[in-house]
């Protein structure tokens, strides 16, 4: 059986002062990071993005009520509301709405993007691949490599 990978990285960097408690807490369920410079992170997937985990009950009261009213906030509110003292959290549907939400409320960031890699065990035209999204206060666009590789084609008159 093919084995696949992914690895993922978030840029520019993050400025931690454009993050709330709640942001950085479901940050770190999605990616991993690290410190930079001037008070920023660098957010990465070496091994895919964890849409899906659990967080102490007590960690996400803890950042609720150090966060302003915004999405992360939102996200942990609902999550709470489950009960229990770990608490299951789902961003599958949400990752790329919680990066707008931080852009929209940041007076240094204009966009995120997210680059992605697939490898895959086997090197056949399925076995690799690539995705980049762009996120604004406004929009969430994405496109993967063959997507790309597509429109090029089409556009240079080359049928596939």
Same mark, same amino acid.
């Given at each position: 059986?093919?084995?696949?990978?992914?690895?993922?990285?978030?840029?520019?960097?993050?400025?931690?002062?454009?993050?709330?408690?709640?942001?950085?807490?479901?940050?770190?369920?999605?990616?991993?990071? $690290?410190?930079? %410079?001037?008070? $920023?992170?660098?957010?990465?997937?070496?091994?895919?993005?964890?849409?899906?985990?659990?967080?102490?009950?007590?960690? &996400?009261?803890?950042?609720?009520?150090?966060?302003?009213?915004?999405?992360? %906030?939102?996200?942990?509110?609902?999550? &709470?509301?489950?009960?229990?003292?770990?608490?299951?959290?789902?961003?599958?549907?949400?990752?790329?709405?919680? &990066?707008?939400?931080?852009?929209? %409320? *940041?007076?240094?960031?204009?966009?995120?993007?997210?680059?992605?890699?697939?490898?895959? *065990?086997?090197?056949?035209?399925?076995?690799?691949?690539?995705?980049?999204?762009?996120?604004?206060?406004?929009?969430?666009?994405?496109?993967?490599?063959?997507?790309?590789?597509?429109?090029?084609?089409? $556009?240079?008159?080359?049928?596939?």
């Amino acid at each position: 059986m093919a084995e696949s990978c992914s690895r993922t990285v978030v840029t520019p960097t993050l400025p931690e002062a454009a993050l709330t408690a709640a942001d950085r807490l479901l940050l770190s369920l999605l990616f991993e990071s $690290e410190a930079g %410079r001037d008070g $920023e992170r660098t957010y990465f997937a070496s091994a895919g993005i964890a849409f899906e985990g659990e967080r102490d009950a007590g960690h &996400l009261a803890g950042a609720v009520a150090q966060s302003p009213p915004c999405l992360a %906030r939102t996200i942990l509110e609902g999550a &709470l509301a489950s009960g229990g003292s770990t608490v299951p959290i789902d961003l599958s549907g949400a990752w790329e709405k919680l &990066l707008q939400d931080i852009v929209g %409320r *940041s007076a240094d960031l204009t966009h995120i993007v997210v680059i992605t890699a697939y490898a895959g *065990s086997t090197m056949d035209p399925d076995g690799i691949g690539g995705a980049a999204t762009v996120i604004t206060a406004d929009r969430i666009d994405s496109v993967s490599t063959f997507e790309f590789v597509d429109a090029i084609l089409r $556009e240079l008159g080359i049928e596939t």
